[in-house]
């Protein structure tokens, strides 16, 4: 399959033709059904009480601002579904972890026609341990400022205005940063080396995981991009960063 630089939008959709091109389809399948159960439910008890939380968070509103109250409504949805978005998918993305590492194992060898190793299924089992504890390692350096986020967010009329903005670029990066981890974490790179390496093509990684957040918020979209994600995530890695590892020993 070729392989060539792309923007960050470009890796995304060309993970879509990735997912479903011969010899990898059987792998989407696992990370999709995760997908489906965890992201399916938590969208459906999102929108039985979606219209209730926006009119109690607009109450806060001041009479002064009131004018805003037009522009702030879709700010405020779309801030709600890509939270509920990104708290259940990172839980899936948890569960479905050591599914998403072998995924992106099979598409890196697809691209590059090269295996990361010759590793049995008994083998991959035991790296289940190693997989769980990155993951672990993933939401601790998101959790504190997700927190901080939410506090940012029911604050009166900065909230309101400004949170829904610091969501979205935050959101934007973690999702780069869980989905572009899965390639760097098959080659053992460190977790800070990984995001080292992401700062230096900031540009690319915000605009993939801008996508990422905007279709998780999609019902039956939201499904399929999950794998998606994964395929167009090690696509960027194979052409992005691959080369600076390739002579590197990994911790």
Not at 224 to 247: L, S
Request: with cysteine; hydrophobic share 50%.
């Amino acid at each position: 399959m070729e392989t060539k630089q792309r923007t960050g939008i470009g890796y995304f959709f060309h993970g879509i033709e990735i997912a479903f091109s011969p010899g990898i389809r059987r792998f989407v399948i696992l990370p999709l059904l995760a997908n489906l159960i965890l992201l399916g439910g938590s969208l459906y008890f999102l929108f039985k009480h979606l219209g209730g939380w926006i009119d109690q968070w607009m109450s806060y509103i001041p009479d002064f601002l009131s004018w805003l109250s037009y522009l702030l409504w879709p700010l405020l949805v779309i801030t709600i579904l890509a939270t509920f978005s990104y708290f259940f998918s990172t839980i899936a993305n948890f569960i479905a972890a050591p599914f998403n590492g072998l995924l992106a194992e099979k598409v890196e060898l697809k691209l590059t026609g090269q295996p990361l190793n010759d590793e049995g299924v008994l083998d991959i089992i035991k790296d289940v341990p190693r997989i769980m504890a990155r993951e672990w390692r993933k939401l601790m350096y998101i959790l504190p400022k997700t927190i901080g986020l939410l506090i940012l967010l029911v604050i009166p009329a900065i909230g309101q205005t400004v949170g829904p903005i610091a969501w979205f670029l935050f959101t934007s990066w973690t999702l780069a940063i869980q989905y572009c981890d899965y390639p760097f974490d098959n080659h053992k790179v460190d977790f800070n080396a990984m995001r080292m390496s992401m700062k230096q093509k900031q540009g690319k990684a915000y605009t993939f995981g801008m996508i990422v957040s905007l279709l998780t918020t999609l019902p039956i979209i939201n499904i399929f991009v999950v794998p998606i994600a994964v395929c167009g995530a090690t696509d960027m890695w194979v052409n992005e960063f691959r080369h600076q590892y390739k002579n590197k020993p990994m911790v």
